[in-house]
């Protein structure tokens, strides 16, 4: 037999079309994110590429900007708030759902997972007609249930997943050795989940602090988001504020992904979004 | 876990959901706030016969669309190549795919500005090299907007594909290679039928997604591209019409169901095919 | 409520529904303290849920578990103080060796001192007392099992439960644990129901096997009484019995293939016994001697033979000596 008859494929086989759509890709999802980060250095006054000159100046202009700074502290408060309430009231469901050999579960996870086949403007604009204006619930309020109903489905998804994996047995080994229904959730379930929950945290805070139809559909007087602050922001004027803010938020999803990485595994964590 | 302990628990969520998402969703179609009963159907079928508003289903379908089938173009190679690789740079290539979805649509629709400005990157770049003096206008056009949801949606078209492909053994490439399948027939016969399911739950979440998304066409499509999520956006903020923001929001859930089960149909037939 | 026996476990009439189908129908059964008995029987015969009630994970549709003479029918097993092992180990994945080991001792509010003790104590008789740092996915499947042996050892149950215990194991570790299981449980003493569908695993250790069929006992006794004797064609089949005919006067019956004689065709028939005509349809070499497969009358019958003068295809005749014969209830 011939040398080159003894392996069907070479090793490296060239895929020159497959190689340069991949590449156009990845130029295209990371490409403009460059550019903003040269802007957000220019020391002229306006959107230019390439910048002229060097200057910090733009991001001393974003953090003597209130609304942006009210923003962040309001998008912090609400997606921490919603991410606690999405778990508190997900993972009990979760359990239930997998461990409570209730009829017709399918169709109750299918029922927490709902939230996610509605477009989110939609549910904002349900959520702003019946809620605020109909119900007269205040922005806060209403805000903190749509983010919540927004994040439901990842928590119950996401630990769910994570309980999926979890030898039933081990639940059935603690009661066996002594210790009841609460000492066991807390002591073995919980931290068999504790992968599990800390993915759906970092996924549920990204996702709310991130979220721009909901916060924008339901903001009202304090209840302006970072994103929302930086959208109106961009509409109206068109200097590179927003570049600066953008750089911040890059570093700080940078962070955010080494944590995640640290946590369970980035790819692990944000990978499962699409499936 | 008995019957009732598991009743108990979901009793929060089942409230929450009921509350916070059913009903207002029912009644949102049903009664919205200052309109007379059965107006929202009324709305919808006015919008319906309207060509201004027939324009707009159109092109919110149309990009919709055109958005889905360029991020599988790109997105399905991106995730082939991945799952392929043995590479100790193919864990981080993925992350670097996966890391936009870190970062608000606003700072991922921004940089497009950058790029398509007047005096942005590629503007300069015309003007610098000499080609012409008065660059076209890209922002602000449905090209941009497509750029911007292409962009927006290529993180969720290759996570789909990749958790298909990578399921799929290389070795049943090998092997159809063996048989004397050429690469273009590999393709056809043997990953395209396996990676379908994962394509066709991509191509829906990207639909979904850029058929109703609202800050990428409304920073980079303007007034003039108006989009069904631009129209209810207007119709509830703007001009507080609330039969017509409701009448708006069923078209959207319609347009992207319609388009999930009919891509979850042609991926079925695909496969028995 | 006592019961008055001295068993540690017994089974009162217990049967378990799910909807229409009986996977325990009836069963009664009396655990002796210090004894081993093992649940035998096929996938399906009902053995698994048996011991899901003894421990308290299903509970009976009708009928008593006693335990320790109390009634224990209706507690939580929490309460029951048994030591189970389970098919997949279950180990805390989160906790370490010691820490899994000492958890039903911590539960019980045992002082800090006393569990540490204790679980060396327990891993010591499994010895593994040299890993009690490492976290479960750190050990070998065989370790895995000690460390859930000791885990289940460490409470001083009143019964240790064991399921399938060493199903997942490779060939040559199941043989090791076998004895090192039975060495285990003879030094503690703990009264042990362990549920297997091995045969040999539960002819090896066990004083007292019950063979379940479809939810009911088909036999109980020590293995000495059942294996030679086995009740009716289900057990002698489940005990690896493959002759099965009809002999006039002793009805349906089974013999061990070493206890049929292929003689010439022509010879006088020994007495003691009955002979039949039949012929040989194969003959397979196995070193020592060759099994025969004989057509005798329409039934097949396997028989060991040394004699080197057979033939695929000569006819002979086969002895069935009566005291070999085992009748069977049909």
Redesign the interface.
């Known amino acids: 037999m011939s040398r080159a008859g003894r392996s069907l494929r070479p090793a490296r086989e060239r895929r020159p079309v497959l190689t340069v759509l991949a590449v156009a890709a990845y130029l295209i999802m990371l490409g403009p994110a460059l550019f903003v980060v040269a802007v957000a250095f220019t020391s002229g006054s306006t959107i230019t590429f390439p910048p002229e000159g060097f200057s910090l100046r733009w991001f001393g202009a974003a953090a003597s900007y209130r609304p942006f700074l009210d923003g962040l502290g309001t998008s912090a408060l609400v997606a921490t708030a919603a991410t606690v309430i999405a778990l508190a009231v997900g993972i009990p469901a979760t359990l239930a759902v997998h461990r409570g050999r209730l009829p017709g579960r399918a169709v109750v996870q299918n029922l927490f997972l709902s939230p996610i086949v509605l477009p989110e403007l939609v549910l904002g604009l349900a959520l702003y007609q019946q809620l605020m204006v109909g119900l007269g619930v205040t922005a806060s309020g209403v805000l903190l249930i749509g983010h919540t109903i927004l994040l439901l489905p990842y928590a119950v998804r996401v630990t769910g997943a994570s309980l999926a994996l979890a030898d039933p047995a081990l639940e059935e080994a603690a009661r066996g050795l002594g210790a009841g229904p609460v000492t066991t959730f807390f002591r073995v379930t919980l931290p068999v989940l504790r992968p599990g929950i800390a993915a759906a945290a970092v996924l549920g805070f990204v996702t709310s602090f991130n979220n721009v139809p909901l916060s924008l559909l339901l903001q009202g007087p304090g209840t302006e988001t970072l994103p929302v602050a930086m959208l109106q922001y961009v509409q109206t004027s068109y200097d590179p504020v927003v570049a600066a803010v953008s750089v911040v938020l890059l570093l700080a999803a940078v962070v955010v992904a080494v944590v995640a990485e640290r946590l369970v595994g980035f790819n692990k964590i944000f990978g499962g979004i699409g499936s | 876990?008995s019957?009732r302990?598991?009743?108990l628990?979901?009793v929060?969520?089942?409230a929450?959901?009921l509350?916070?998402?059913l009903?207002?969703?029912v009644?949102?179609l049903l009664h919205?706030?200052d309109t007379p009963a059965l107006d929202v159907g009324h709305r919808l079928a006015q919008m319906l016969a309207d060509p201004f508003m027939l324009g707009i289903i159109w092109r919110t379908l149309r990009i919709g669309l055109i958005v889905t089938a360029v991020c599988l173009?790109?997105?399905f190679?991106?995730a082939?190549?991945l799952s392929r690789s043995t590479s100790r740079w193919s864990?981080l290539?993925?992350?670097?795919?996966?890391?936009?979805?870190?970062?608000?649509?606003?700072?991922?629709t921004?940089?497009?500005?950058?790029?398509l400005?007047s005096?942005?990157?590629i503007a300069?770049a015309l003007t610098g090299l000499g080609i012409t003096d008065h660059p076209p206008q890209l922002l602000y056009t449905e090209t941009a907007v497509v750029?911007g949801l292409?962009?927006l949606f290529?993180?969720?078209?290759?996570?789909?594909c990749?958790?298909?492909l990578s399921g799929i053994e290389a070795r049943l490439e090998?092997a159809a290679?063996?048989l004397g399948a050429s690469r273009t027939a590999t393709f056809r016969l043997v990953l395209l039928p396996l990676a379908m399911p994962?394509a066709v739950?991509?191509a829906t979440?990207v639909f979904?997604g850029a058929a109703?998304a609202?800050?990428t066409p409304?920073?980079l499509g303007g007034t003039r591209q108006t989009m069904l999520?631009l129209q209810?956006?207007n119709y509830?903020?703007v001009t507080i019409d609330?039969a017509g923001?409701?009448a708006v929001?069923l078209l959207?859930?319609a347009l992207?169901?319609a388009v999930a089960g009919a891509s979850a149909w042609a991926g079925r037939r695909r496969v028995t095919a | 409520m006592r019961d008055g026996s001295d068993a540690v476990v017994r089974l009162a009439k217990v049967s378990r529904h799910f909807g229409d189908v009986a996977a325990v129908d009836g069963v009664d059964l009396e655990v002796p303290a210090g004894s081993l008995t093992a649940l035998l029987g096929p996938s399906g015969c009902g053995k698994t849920t048996t011991l899901r009630m003894i421990a308290g994970y299903e509970h009976p549709t009708a009928g008593q578990i006693f335990i320790d003479g109390r009634d224990a029918t209706g507690l939580a097993p929490e309460k029951r103080n048994i030591g189970m092992v389970f098919q997949s180990y279950a180990l805390f994945p989160h906790l370490t060796v010691a820490k899994n080991v000492g958890f039903g001792l911590k539960v019980r509010g045992v002082a800090r001192e006393e569990i540490r003790r204790r679980a060396h104590e327990a891993l010591e008789l499994v010895g593994l007392s040299e890993l009690s740092g490492r976290r479960p996915r750190e050990l070998s499947g065989g370790q895995q099992q000690r460390v859930a042996l000791a885990r289940a050892i460490a409470i001083r149950p009143s019964v240790l439960l064991l399921d399938e215990p060493l199903s997942n194991l490779d060939a040559r570790l199941r043989v090791q644990m076998r004895a090192e299981l039975a060495r285990i449980q003879r030094e503690s003493g703990i009264t042990t129901i362990l549920v297997t569908h091995d045969q040999e695993e539960a002819l090896q250790l066990a004083d007292q096997m019950v063979i379940l069929d479809s939810g009911r006992v088909a036999q109980a006794g020590h293995p000495r009484k059942i294996f030679p004797a086995p009740a009716n064609r289900f057990v002698a089949t489940f005990l690896g019995y493959e002759n099965f005919l009809t002999l006039p006067g002793r009805g349906l019956v089974t013999i061990r293939p070493e206890h049929v004689a292929v003689l010439p065709e022509s010879g006088t028939a020994p007495d003691g016994g009955q002979s039949r005509p039949g012929t040989i349809s194969r003959i397979t070499y196995r070193g020592t001697d060759s099994l025969v497969t004989l057509d005798v009358e329409g039934d097949t019958i396997l028989a060991a033979a040394s004699d080197p003068d057979l033939h695929e295809g000569s006819r002979v005749r086969t002895f069935f000596p009566d005291d070999r014969v085992v009748p069977l209830a049909s």
Request: glycine share 10%.
């Open positions: 876990m019957r302990n598991a009743v628990l979901l929060p969520g089942l929450l959901l509350f916070g998402f009903v207002p969703a009644m949102m919205p706030p173009l790109l997105g190679p991106v082939y190549l864990g290539l993925l992350a670097l795919a996966i890391f936009p979805l870190l970062l608000s649509n606003v700072v991922r921004y940089g497009w500005l950058v790029v400005g005096k942005g990157v300069q750029a292409v962009q290529l993180p969720l078209a290759i996570v789909s990749y958790s298909s090998d290679r063996g994962g739950v991509g979440l979904a109703t609202y800050t409304v920073l999520s209810l956006f509830s903020s609330w923001a409701s929001a959207m859930t992207v169901f």
